[in-house]
């Protein structure tokens, strides 16, 4: 045997050796290495255990021959000049080293100790020592083959190459046969060919094949979460395949036409496609790059890894599914040279978080399992085979397919041991029932002792509850201690005996009205006892109850009771207009007029409905989920008990009732001895207020939206507390939240989680000081209730894998009311439960941990939730398309820099049609959807952008701080200068800012205004008043201002009396009246939505020296009627005003139609008349700065220490609010018409204005004084609206949703009167 | 050994696994250029193995046209016939 001729071996001695450059599969490795030197995860190993006589002598000469010509293993790295290179050098050969651990007690593990050893060296190329040949002697007929060759020198097919040498050597030498296989090939030819390949026309056609075949490639996820980068160890787990599953195997090859080798491919990329989800799979594929290479009888590195799109059509054929898979391996083939690092290149796709490919998938067919070795039994195993980046499945067999072992390789830093043994032993079920299988639909991802695991053994729940009714518990609670506090709301407190008497006083009042079992009475009320007392006199006949949110828009109510055809609407006469008209409502106050017990009421059956409470449709319309008692039993039953509810207790009732987390605040008390706390109205919404109600009544147990919560700890009055329990749900409790819980209050913080269709609650967690879990799970299965977490198909998903949430049991509502169709869609047959049993599809992402906690992980549609209200986008969505004019609109959640969500639109305007704007759809959505689900911008596109398949694309919808309009581009120099400062401020794009742009509808706001103004003087060289860009709002009349600025024209117009906030003429103008301070611009963002009409603002004299101000109310109104009778020419004047401006606007209405004048519609914002006020003290200092912080839209107590003047200039000018840049003369102003204002009120006698008043009321802020009824006695008529803000809040946009549409219904009205 | 291997037998093999007719292979085509892949090809080679030869993979993915791997296999079954005989 000769070592065969080398084109590069002649060389003499003392020539410098010559320089071969690295094969680009090599490179690939050596950056690789580099990147981490020390790493021996580029070290690839193996060992053959040997047994029977072996030859050792011709071992060794076996070995030596065949390495001496594998030119690989005689090589040198180096680096020059950065550049690697490598050199051939005998002296880098490997010797076969014999090492006796026959003496040692357990020769095995001394031999797989010191393997492991030596398989840990840093892999480094530059230190040399890349190959070992070890034989270690464990007994006289028993040894162990080692071989090591870093990655650098031999892929998987050069090490079995070299492997079957050696062996065929050994054979021959040991037999005297001549030898079957032929010596290596010369490395040289494999060199020249790759570096041929590099300016081939082939390369150029590859690349262009990958460019093809890639195109629209999704984002790669791993079968586990976390960026796949290489991973100095790996685990390693196998499972053999039983010897029947060759036979099937060959089988499907056959039916597919497809070599086996790519069956197993394929079948184990459907196996991944279990754990990622989508329409593909993409796992990465082991190319050896053989076929027609000069490489085909070299040891040496050139394969590669391509990327592979396996299609996860479920419902074809298996073999079809192969075919498919095979189609494209062998198209992948014939480009396989092109190197995968180069398709990630070009790709962009570098890094761990941007992957080419998942899971690797490698199956080796070209050599037999077994060396074969004359005289021996050989028994291989593989110690390593390169890095793992996230997991690799080899699948190691024969070539004829025989002896299948599957290998698992899993990165450490993304899978446990354990779960990499789980992945090889569902894979080998997986596989063996795939091959069996007539489509993969069939074939399920668990193990059936997986699947008993995650289907029986985690909802281990059963729990005995008796057969009842919500009222039956109650009512025995009121028998067993009459004289036990029941209720507690503001001062007043009812015994169990006084509400039982209540309940039965209103029960009869229904059941005159006709309420009986299996009835609906709607209850749309304010939270009160009367609104307890209501539900529970509906539960009490057997009817169940229908809460009906008082702040929804009349349609919404409308459609609600469409669907609901309640028997009674209990409500009273101040909310008759959020109903049809000629609905009937039953009053809940007890007025004496109790119908005597005629006869015996009727009583609830367990199966009877409870209560109904409807939640937002997708497809436009809310839909309604009907509880039964057995549910809600099933729900407060398991409370009491878990959380030791009892006599003593004193929970809080504070969440509205058409949330579901109020049915349990509600009965829960009741049924249990406990006291239920009625937290007055609006108090939900109020931190400080809360804090103060859980302190002074002593509360036990409390409910929070984690979002509230949050609102919550931040008060300073919470600091301390100690509240026995509180439970969050309603949206995810996010872990900080959890930990800031436990450093603020005193007390239990449990996460609980369910949706409305099932009771209130299914799954619970204790999210205690001590938890440190991340995310916080929602736990475990309440009683009688299974959760399941499920794939599509409704398959069970391995533990730790995302599915979606499955709820099945004792909980479930009947369904949804009047929506069959709706109900059959959500409420499926439980396909592990007894026949008939249904389960609730949730729609919502979970995973269970290896604890088997739950995890929500979102939704898996349309759903969202802001501040805990269930939205789902499909109902806006519909909600805007349904307004007309609009052609297409897609809603999105976008998170706020803040990391808060808020819904944005985006609308296509339908073709020829009027043309629209933001502000007014907002306004026109007001009337039709809660306050909730309207979305906070609203973007006006040409049209929506789509992906390749036509698919909405919501990755290229812009943020929403875009431009609104399309128009004139800025023309003049001040203009055009003006644009690009607009476009600083707000970080737009210059070249998107119109010249009718409008700084505000740009995304501006009063921080915003201060930081343009500061611009604006500086690119100028003008003083000019921070007010101008409130009056000024557009690019193109901003720059007018500034120009007669320049020019000396002006002086300061924005402190004027008359304060143009729009520029359109035509029209009824509307004239708002100025609030205490006397300055106008807080109305600015009225002016814009309320749109193509002429709006001033009316401001106080005295803002500018040397002006005096008013001297009564009465001559403030005669001025202020003159000042527009000078712009309105005769026409309709509509008044509207905020506070002290109401006041002001009903006696310029007074004086209007005293002189003749039209008057159009006067509206009052949270305004009453003087004599309110007439005893309250009169305004100091402290009032006056106060007056100022809220025009600024601040409060008061958020200023810290003492409340002085320089304090409150000093926190508006850090909070960059425009009127901080006031001059000081200004704010001295403003404090002195403050003063003068209250005094002006307080002398003040109204004059009746014989016309009617459209009243919005700041409920959130007053309480049960101060109402529209005041206006009474000085006007013909009021028109009153209760909105959940405060007075500070008027003119806030959320506010200005509600208020804008009734106030161009009243325009609209007057206008076409006169 | 079922039956012989003949240079058409290996070329209908060929087709087969291509999914091609016969005639449209040439005795010095490049196989690969024709849509062979390498895992193709090995199972041919496995098949031709039955025959009581050794074939491997390393020596027939060289040169992969149908001349060659024919000489090949008529080379082997020569000396499996030599030995048989002696």
């Known amino acids: 045997m000769t070592a065969p001729t080398r084109g590069l071996a002649a060389q003499g001695p003392a020539e410098r050796p010559e320089r071969w450059p690295l094969t680009e599969a090599q490179l690939g490795i050596w950056f690789a290495q580099r990147i981490d030197p020390d790493s021996p995860a580029y070290q690839t190993g193996q060992y053959v255990v040997l047994d029977g006589a072996l030859d050792r002598a011709a071992f060794a000469a076996a070995v030596r021959t065949a390495v001496d010509e594998a030119d690989v293993l005689a090589l040198r790295f180096l680096e020059e000049d950065g550049a690697p290179a490598m050199v051939r050098d005998e002296d880098a050969q490997p010797m076969l080293e014999v090492v006796d651990v026959s003496g040692t007690g357990d020769p095995f593990a001394a031999a797989m100790a010191s393997m492991a050893a030596d398989m840990a060296r840093p892999g480094d190329p530059l230190r040399g020592g890349l190959a070992a040949e070890r034989l270690y002697v464990l007994r006289n007929e028993r040894h162990l083959w080692y071989q090591r060759l870093h990655h650098i020198v031999a892929d998987g097919y050069g090490t079995a190459l070299l492997t079957a040498r050696i062996a065929d050597l050994y054979s021959a030498l040991a037999s005297g046969e001549p030898p079957r296989t032929a010596a290596f090939g010369p490395l040289l030819g494999v060199l020249r060919e790759d570096a041929d390949y590099q300016t081939s026309t082939r390369r150029a056609v590859d690349r262009d094949y990958w460019a093809k075949a890639l195109d629209g490639l999704p984002e790669i996820v791993g079968l586990a979460s976390g960026p796949a980068l290489a991973a100095r160890t790996h685990h390693r787990c196998a499972m053999d395949l039983p010897a029947s599953f060759a036979a099937r195997l060959q089988g499907l090859a056959a039916e597919a036409k497809a070599p086996w080798p790519d069956v197993l491919v394929a079948l184990v990329g459907a196996y991944v496609g279990r754990f990622v989800g989508g329409q593909e799979a993409v796992v990465g594929v082991p190319h050896m790059a053989r076929f027609g290479s000069a490489a085909a009888s070299v040891p040496a590195m050139v394969m590669n890894i391509l990327p592979l799109r396996v299609g996860l059509d479920e419902d074809s054929s298996v073999a079809a599914h192969v075919a498919s898979v095979a189609a494209g391996l062998r198209a992948a083939r014939r480009h396989g040279r092109f190197r995968g690092e180069h398709i990630r290149r070009e790709l962009g796709r570098l890094g761990g978080e941007r992957r080419l490919h998942g899971p690797l998938v490698n199956v080796l067919p070209f050599f037999e399992r077994q060396p074969r070795m004359a005289g021996l039994a050989t028994r291989l195993e593989r110690l390593g085979s390169g890095a793992v980046d996230d997991i690799t499945f080899t699948i190691l067999a024969s070539p004829s397919g025989q002896d299948c072992r599957i290998e698992v390789d899993a990165n450490p830093t993304l899978y446990g041991r354990e779960e990499t043994k789980a992945h090889a032993e569902r894979l080998a079920v997986f596989l063996e029932r795939a091959v069996a299988a007539a489509t993969l639909g069939s074939v399920p991802t668990l193990t059936e002792a997986e699947e008993r695991a995650e289907i029986v053994a985690v909802n281990d729940t059963a729990h005995k509850v008796p057969e009842t009714t919500l009222w039956a518990l109650i009512g025995g609670q009121i028998e067993a201690t009459p004289d036990a506090a029941a209720m507690r709301f503001e001062r007043e407190t009812l015994t169990y005996r006084a509400l039982g008497e209540a309940v039965d006083a209103t029960a009869r009042r229904l059941a005159a009205e006709g309420v009986g079992r299996g009835d609906i009475v709607a209850v749309a009320l304010p939270r009160s006892i009367g609104m307890v007392v209501t539900m529970l006199a509906a539960l009490r006949l057997g009817a169940a109850y229908l809460p009906i949110d008082l702040g929804h828009p009349p349609a919404r109510i409308a459609a609600m009771l469409r669907l609901a055809q309640p028997r009674a609407i209990a409500s009273d006469e101040r909310h008759r207009h959020l109903f049809p008209a000629g609905s009937r409502l039953v009053s809940a106050r007890a007025n004496g007029t109790v119908p005597p017990p005629a006869r015996a009421l009727p009583a609830a059956e367990p199966t009877g409905a409870a209560y109904v409470i409807f939640t937002s449709g997708s497809t436009g319309e809310p839909k309604g989920v009907v509880v039964e008692h057995r549910a809600i039993v099933n729900r407060l039953l398991w409370m009491r008990e878990q959380y030791a509810i009892g006599p003593g207790d004193r929970i809080l009732q504070k969440t509205p009732a058409s949330f579901d987390v109020s049915v349990w605040e509600l009965f829960l008390p009741l049924l249990a001895g406990a006291t239920l706390v009625v937290a007055p109205p609006e108090v939900h919404k109020d931190p400080a207020a809360l804090a103060a109600l859980i302190g002074s009544e002593r509360i036990s147990a409390v409910h929070f939206v984690p979002s509230m919560l949050a609102q919550f700890l931040a008060e300073p009055l919470a600091a301390g507390l100690a509240i026995a329990r509180v439970f969050c749900s309603g949206e995810e409790l996010p872990a900080w939240l959890r930990d800031r819980f436990h450093e603020i209050v005193r007390g239990e913080l449990h996460n609980l989680y369910g949706p409305t269709e099932a009771a209130v609650d299914v799954s619970y967690w204790p999210a205690s000081a001590g938890d440190d879990s991340r995310p916080v799970p929602i736990g475990f299965p309440v009683w009688n209730t299974r959760l399941y977490v499920l794939d599509g198909r409704l398959r069970p998903v391995p533990r730790g894998v995302a599915g979606q949430l499955h709820i099945a049991g004792a909980q479930l509502a009947r369904g949804y009311i009047g929506r069959p169709d709706l109900t059959a869609e959500r409420f499926v047959p439980d396909p592990f439960g007894a026949p008939g049993e249904r389960m609730y599809a949730t729609g919502d992402l979970a995973r269970r941990r290896t604890d088997g906690a739950i995890e929500f992980l979102g939704r898996a549609d349309g759903q969202v939730k802001i501040r805990g209200v269930r939205i789902e986008i499909g109902e806006v969505e519909a909600a805007l398309t349904g307004l007309g004019g609009i052609a297409e609109a897609a809603v999105l959640l976008r998170k706020d820099a803040a990391g808060e969500g808020r819904l944005v639109a985006y609308v296509v305007p339908a073709k020829g049609g009027a043309p629209v704007t933001a502000e007014a759809l907002r306004a026109q959505l007001a009337a039709t959807l809660p306050e909730a689900m309207i979305p906070a911008a609203i973007v006006i596109l040409d049209g929506l952008p789509v992906t390749g398949n036509g698919k909405l694309d919501r990755a290229a919808l812009p943020e929403p701080a875009g431009p609104v309009s399309a128009g004139r581009a800025p023309a003049s120099a001040t203009e055009k200068t003006v644009a690009a400062l607009f476009a600083a401020t707000l970080g737009l794009d210059p070249a998107t800012v119109h010249a009718e742009d409008d700084f505000f509808l740009l995304g501006g706001h009063s921080l915003k205004a201060a930081d343009l103004m500061r611009r604006v003087r500086a690119a100028f060289a003008v003083e000019i008043e921070l007010g101008a860009v409130f009056a000024h709002p557009t690019v193109g009349r901003f720059a007018s201002h500034v120009d007669a600025l320049r020019a000396g024209e002006t002086r300061r117009a924005d402190l004027a009396v008359l304060l143009p906030l729009t520029t359109a003429e035509a029209g009824a103008p509307v004239a708002c009246i100025h609030p205490a301070g006397g300055l106008g611009w807080c109305y600015a963002g009225l002016a814009r939505a309320l749109g193509d009409r002429p709006v001033y603002a009316l401001q106080a004299r005295g803002l500018t020296a040397g002006e005096a101000p008013a001297a009564s109310l009465e001559a403030m109104a005669r001025d202020y009627v003159e000042t527009l009778a000078a712009v309105s020419a005769g026409r309709t004047v509509h008044l509207v005003g905020w506070s002290v401006g109401g006041i002001v606007a009903q006696a310029m209405a007074a004086e209007m139609a005293a002189r003749g004048m039209p008057v159009g519609a006067v509206a009052l914002l949270d305004a009453y008349p003087s004599e309110v006020w007439r005893d309250e003290p009169p305004p100091d200092e402290r009032a006056a700065l106060e007056a100022l912080l809220r025009i600024a839209g601040h409060e008061i107590g958020e200023i810290a220490g003492e409340l002085t003047r320089e304090a409150a200039i000093r926190f508006l000018r850090a909070g960059g609010h425009a009127l901080g840049q006031l001059p000081e003369e200004t704010i001295g102003a403003i404090a002195r018409i403050v003063e003068n204002n209250a005094r002006l009120v307080r002398q003040y006698s109204h004059r009746r204005y014989a016309g009617r008043l459209v009243h919005f009321r700041a409920a959130a802020e007053h309480g049960d004084g101060l109402d529209a009824s005041l206006w009474a006695p000085h006007v013909a008529a009021v028109e009153a609206h209760d909105l959940p803000y405060r007075h500070g809040q008027m003119l806030s946009p959320a506010a200005l949703a509600t208020i804008v549409p009734r106030l161009q219904a009243a325009f609209a009205e007057a206008d076409g009167s006169r | ?86």
């Open chain 2, 1 to 86: 050994m079922s039956e012989a291997i003949t240079l058409e037998s290996m070329r209908a093999d060929i087709a087969a696994a291509i999914g091609i007719a016969p005639e449209e292979i040439g005795d010095h085509d490049n196989l690969a250029d024709l849509g062979l892949d390498s895992i193709r090809a090995m199972m041919l080679v496995d098949r031709w193995s039955e025959a009581g030869i050794t074939l491997t993979f390393a020596e027939m993915a060289e040169q992969v046209e149908l001349a060659a791997w024919h000489a090949i296999v008529a080379r082997k079954l020569a000396a499996l016939a030599a030995g048989a005989g002696r």
